[in-house]
């Protein structure tokens, strides 16, 4: 048996244990499709789409590939809305809209839907092989409606705790997001805190605790990442970062080109952007956000009002609202397309464990 072959694979029915992270509006249905047709498997974030472009882009998607593909949803908590709060907020941010000459500071509104029944009723009628959520998993009902279809559920885990209860509510597997990952933190259950764990110590524990198969995720890029985190008892792995640089991602050329020179810079969790912890490239509202976490809403409003800023400050060549969201190992990024990146971290991975073999 190959080193790439196992239980996971299998169920998947993909040929490398690789996924491709579902990340909301930066990974394409090019980028989907390009590498679950090159083995691995594809994803889709569907969260911040408009209800109307969901099986639009679905069809896409199949149009271009006839292997497994990965949707995406966030199962975040309603937003408390609350007026002080807002308010205060809306008042720190207006010092630059005056700054870009904005006249308008908008009002602080939901910027995505937690997976609802609407959203539940496009999943059962595209009935892909897989479904993945985002901080945490939907109600048991909706669980339910998907598990009678089989398709293949997976969620993410910042602790052992939040491992725990996923294996619980019916998960079939389970990510191990370490802490090194870019984009939004999954922690759901325990505090942001309890969630600061590297991937090296995280990824075990999991593994320990649950019997369900386990998929590493943070800060790997390279053949490296992938063979060590199988050692450690990881069935398979799931890469953003390392997919963000290729050129089907839809990733703004700011974005870009802060992701290129990333190893002179730093990458932070922050608040700033969206009311939620996530990892990105350190900028302006970054930095003057920081310590200010006590000012920020709820996950998913802040976006309204820093959105409108980071669009027509980009327009000026300034990425300095911009959430430029990566993950530790950006640096390791090759700006290649999917195909010859899953083929390049096929090669690698095989590399090493034909390595140890003949040792
Ligand atoms: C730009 C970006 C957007 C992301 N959006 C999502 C998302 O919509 N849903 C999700 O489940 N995970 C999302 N993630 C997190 C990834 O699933 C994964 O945990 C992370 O990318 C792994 O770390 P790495 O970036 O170091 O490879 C996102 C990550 C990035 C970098």
């Not at 909301?24 to 472009?53: C, D, F, M, Q, T």
Request: net charge neutral; glycine share 8%; hydrophobic share 40%.
């Amino acid at each position: 048996m190959e080193w790439y072959e196992n239980d996971l694979t299998k169920a998947l029915n993909i040929k490398y244990p690789i996924i491709q992270a579902p990340m909301a509006s930066a990974a394409s249905v090019e980028l989907a499709a390009a590498v679950s047709n090159a083995g691995g498997l594809g994803s889709l974030g569907l969260s911040y789409h408009k209800i109307e472009n969901i099986l639009p882009d679905y069809k896409k998607i199949i149009s271009k590939t006839n292997h497994s593909i990965n949707l995406n949803f966030m199962t975040h908590k309603e937003p408390s809305n609350n007026d002080i709060l807002n308010k205060n907020f809306r008042d720190h941010v207006s010092k630059y809209y005056e700054e870009y000459g904005l006249d308008t500071l908008p009002n602080i509104t939901n910027t995505c839907e937690s997976f609802n029944s609407e959203q539940l009723d496009l999943l059962l009628q595209m009935n892909p092989k897989v479904v993945s959520f985002h901080f945490g998993l939907p109600n048991k009902e909706f669980i339910k409606k998907i598990k009678e279809l089989n398709i293949f559920i997976i969620s993410s885990a910042t602790t052992v705790k939040e491992a725990k209860i996923l294996e619980n509510s019916g998960v079939d597997a389970i990510i191990a997001q370490g802490f090194e990952a870019g984009g939004h933190r999954g922690t759901f259950e325990s505090s942001y805190k309890e969630g600061e764990i590297g991937l090296f110590s995280l990824l075990p524990q999991i593994v320990d605790a649950v019997s369900l198969p386990v998929i590493a995720a943070g800060g790997i890029a390279d053949g490296r990442g992938i063979a060590a985190t199988l050692m450690l008892g990881a069935k398979g792995v799931q890469l953003g970062t390392a997919f963000l640089s290729c050129p089907e991602a839809s990733v703004h050329p700011l974005w870009k080109n802060a992701l290129n020179n990333s190893g002179d810079r730093e990458t932070r969790i922050t608040s700033a952007f969206t009311g939620r912890p996530a990892r990105g490239i350190v900028n302006r509202l970054l930095k003057e956000m920081d310590g200010k976490e006590n000012i920020i809403p709820d996950f998913p409003t802040v976006g309204s009002i820093i959105k409108p800023l980071a669009n027509t400050a980009a327009k000026k060549g300034d990425e300095d609202f911009l959430s430029l969201w990566a993950g530790q190992s950006a640096p390791m990024s090759h700006n290649i397309p999917a195909k010859d990146l899953v083929e390049k971290l096929i090669k690698e991975t095989s590399s090493i464990f034909k390595r140890i073999n003949n040792n």
